[in-house]
Each structure stands twice: as structure tokens, then as C-alpha cells.
């Protein structure tokens, strides 16, 4: 699905990335893990365009994609998961959903003008998807709530549920797990999981905790110093010598 080959990210002379290279196959939940500082999530934002590399290569499905802006990468159905920005806490968690670009009828003047009934027919249905979505991620009690009231976790699956409304192929998550109870972290895995069976969505996961981690995610892929340094199942990298001194050394 995604090829990273060499790529690097420099700021001033610090090298954040540094020779990173890596294949993210087709239907995979891959987890990326390593020390703070390792370089993930830079790398994570120079593939889905939020930060131009210095240098190297990313390829999606064999086609060229190397610095293009997100928007573009987003109608190719490659999303990074963002935190709900401040502005849209005081929308509902339906409306946060319907807001996702792509489906808003009434935004395209040439319908708000010649069409009205077909805008609240598109509307209806955006708003079904949106339920849809919310049930999907066992969370449609929520619906009405304001996005800003609910808590870290449901956040996390409402940035999920956003990715939903489109038609994704590969989601980039950043640290899923971020201050959320147990409970909803296996919610989280639990959707990750059902959306990479039901929906044949490619995931690549950030994330510091290695029980969900091995829950989820296979292969993973070990990162220090801006490099790649090993690729495998959890078990596999867990026993990787080089692994084990990268984490020692933080
Ligand atoms: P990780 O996600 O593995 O913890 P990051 O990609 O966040 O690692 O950061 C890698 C290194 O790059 C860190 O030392 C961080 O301080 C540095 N870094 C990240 N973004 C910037 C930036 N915009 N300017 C300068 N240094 C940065």
C-alpha cells in the first residue's frame, strides 16, 4: 500500500528522520513503536503531506505521493487522525461527523441555489452515515452531545468515526491510547480491528502500549534514531537485541 524508501526530515541540522524506510502492506494493522524522540510521528506527518521530507521517497499503490498536501492525499483515502479542533467543541459528535469534507451538499453554491430538496435529501443521508458511524462505534448515545463534554477516549473514537464518512483506505493514528481507560482502548482496538475486517482499511498505529499493541497489530515496526531498526511480530521485535538497547538507552 505505502512505500517509505530513504526518506529523511531534517530541522536546522537535527536529523528527526533519518533514513527511514519501510513498506506498510495492503490490509495490515501496523503498529509502529519506539523510544520518545524516535522519529514517528515526523514520519507520520511527512507521509500524509502535513510536512514536506528533505529528502527520499513515499509511494502509495505505486504512485508517486511524496510531499502532497493532505487534502490531496485525502481523496486518495489516505488520513491522518487529527484531534477535534477547538472550534467544533460546541458541535454535536452527528455534526462533527457530518462536517468531514466530501459530503456536504449545501456547501457547493450551484446546489444551495438550484437544488434545495436534493441538499436536504443529501443532508438526510449524511446524517444517516453519521448514525451509522456512531452505532458502528458503539458510541450513538453520544450523538447529541456536544464533542467538547465527551471524554479523551470517546474523542479518540469520534477522530476515528471521521475517517469513516470517507472512504479511506489507509488511516494513520497517533497514539490512540493517549490518557484513555482501559475499557475504551479496547473499544478503540475493537472498531481499529472490525474496520480492518469489514472495510479492508490499512492501519498504522502509534502507540506506547504494548498490550494493544500486541492486540492488534501485525507486523510491527521498530523505530530510534529516525531509522528503521527491526520489522516483525511483537514477540519477534520484543527479542530483537537492537530493540531492547534502543529502549534501554532512553
Ligand atoms: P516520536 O514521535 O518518535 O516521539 P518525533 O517525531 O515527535 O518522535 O520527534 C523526533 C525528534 O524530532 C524529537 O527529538 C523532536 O524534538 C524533534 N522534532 C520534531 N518536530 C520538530 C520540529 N518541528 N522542530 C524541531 N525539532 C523537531
Known amino acids: 500500500m505505502i512505500v517509505v524508501e530513504d526518506v529523511h526530515k531534517h530541522f536546522g541540522g537535527f536529523h528527526a528522520v533519518d533514513g527511514a524506510s519501510l513498506n506498510i502492506g495492503a490490509g495490515t494493522i501496523t503498529g509502529l513503536i519506539g523510544p520518545n524522540g524516535a522519529g514517528k510521528t515526523t514520519l507520520f506527518n511527512v507521509i500524509a503531506g502535513v510536512l514536506p521530507p528533505t529528502s527520499g521517497r513515499v509511494t502509495m499503490q505505486g504512485e508517486d505521493i511524496t510531499g502532497l498536501p493532505p487534502h490531496e492525499l485525502f481523496h486518495k483515502g489516505l488520513l491522518r487522525t487529527f484531534q477535534i479542533a477547538h472550534e467544533f467543541h460546541s458541535m454535536s459528535c452527528r455534526e462533527n461527523l457530518m462536517m ?20 436536504a435529501e443529501e443532508e438526510r443521508a449524511l446524517r444517516a452515515k453519521a448514525d451509522e458511524v456512531l452505532e458502528f462505534l458503539t458510541i450513538e448515545h453520544l450523538a447529541d452531545e456536544k464533542a467538547g463534554q465527551v471524554s479523551g477516549g470517546q474523542k479518540k473514537l469520534l477522530e476515528l468515526g471521521r475517517t469513516m464518512m470517507v472512504d479511506a483506505k489507509i488511516v494513520f493514528l497517533d497514539e490512540v491510547g493517549a490518557g484513555v481507560n482501559r475499557t475504551l482502548l479496547n473499544t478503540i482496538g475493537d472498531a481499529i480491528l472490525k474496520l480492518n475486517r469489514e472495510r479492508n482499511y490499512t492501519f498504522v498505529v502509534i502507540e506506547h502500549d504494548m498490550d494493544f499493541i500486541g492486540k492488534i497489530c501485525d507486523p510491527v515496526i521498530c523505530m530510534a534514531e529516525g531509522k528503521v531498526l527491526a520489522e516483525g511480530s511483537l514477540d519477534e521485535i520484543k527479542a530483537n537485541e537492537q530493540v531492547i538497547e534502543a529502549y534501554l538507552g532512553t
Do not use: C, H, Y
Not at 469534507?101 to 449545501?106: D, E, F, L, N
Open 100 to 119: 468531514v469534507p466530501g459530503g456536504q451538499a449545501g456547501e457547493r453554491l450551484w446546489d444551495t441555489w438550484f437544488s434545495r430538496k436534493r441538499i
